[in-house]
């Protein structure tokens, strides 16, 4: 089964940095694009960026440019979404997403990991 | 940057009814490269459609993609209990994917 498990709950203050991951498996993951997707509370979806395993060539949104890092370590297929000082905007629920034609970068999502919770509050 | 828009906002209607749900983008969406999406609370989404018009592997043949260009349409041809849920248009032509701001079909 093709699966992306993402880690669990946060809860951090202001200020602190975090690093998130999604672990793939049943597929080649270094062979398929994964995106990040934002839903703030009772909002829609945005797109933050994308990152291929394979030679972890990385493309952002301007939205989120310099916002936070993508990254990804094919030898345990998983990939990472940090923060390096986070915001009490940046509450939200995080979803890693794996594009369906693993050598397209743009591209719609037929698997989506569980979501992690961000939670930054004083 | 493709904007997508959808409407209406929320639709109410009952079991078994036609549901019609549109997305419409500020420029055209190269190679009809639109995709549909579903989400429930407390879930991640759910792929139905691609390439505009493609159902996704294991989705039911109710749910049906339309359109080209600027103009999409995601049509739900009887709806089931489970298919009340909020609707996600995605564009993945153009660099941002941009999403659309979504559809929630609720029971009337």
């Known amino acids: 089964e093709v699966q992306l498990v993402q880690s669990g709950a946060e809860v951090k203050k202001p200020g602190e940095s975090l690093k998130i991951s999604c672990k793939g498996s049943?597929?080649?993951?270094?062979?398929?694009?994964i995106a990040w997707v934002r839903q703030m509370p009772g909002k829609g979806l945005e797109w933050m960026g994308i990152?291929?395993?394979?030679?972890?060539?990385?493309r952002y949104s301007p939205s989120f440019q310099g916002q936070v890092t993508i990254s990804a370590d094919r030898s345990i297929s998983t990939a990472y979404l940090q923060w390096s000082s986070l915001q009490a905007s940046d509450t939200a629920m995080y979803y890693c997403?794996?594009?369906?034609?693993?050598?397209?970068?743009?591209?719609?999502?037929?698997?989506w990991g569980q979501g992690t919770m961000v939670t930054v509050s004083s | 940057e493709i904007v997508l828009t959808q409407s209406p906002g929320t639709l109410s209607l009952s079991p078994r009814n036609r549901a019609t749900l549109s997305c419409r983008a500020s420029?055209?969406?190269?190679?009809?490269?639109l995709a549909w999406y579903q989400q429930k609370p407390g879930q991640a989404p759910r792929l139905l459609i691609y390439?505009?018009?493609n159902r996704a592997t294991g989705i039911p043949d109710r749910f049906s993609g339309s359109g080209s260009g600027t103009d999409f349409t995601l049509t739900i041809s009887r709806l089931e209990p489970e298919d009340f849920a909020v609707y996600y248009c995605?564009?993945?032509?153009?660099?941002?994917?941009?999403f659309g701001g979504g559809t929630k079909v609720e029971i009337k």
């Open positions: 997403a794996k594009v369906q034609r693993g050598s397209y970068h743009k591209d719609a999502f037929d698997i």
């Open positions: 049943g597929y080649s993951f270094p062979s398929y694009w």
């Open positions: 990152i291929f395993p394979g030679n972890s060539d990385t």
């Open positions: 420029q055209s969406v190269s190679s009809s490269y």
């Open positions: 390439g505009a018009s």
């Open positions: 995605q564009q993945y032509g153009s660099s941002p994917l941009t």
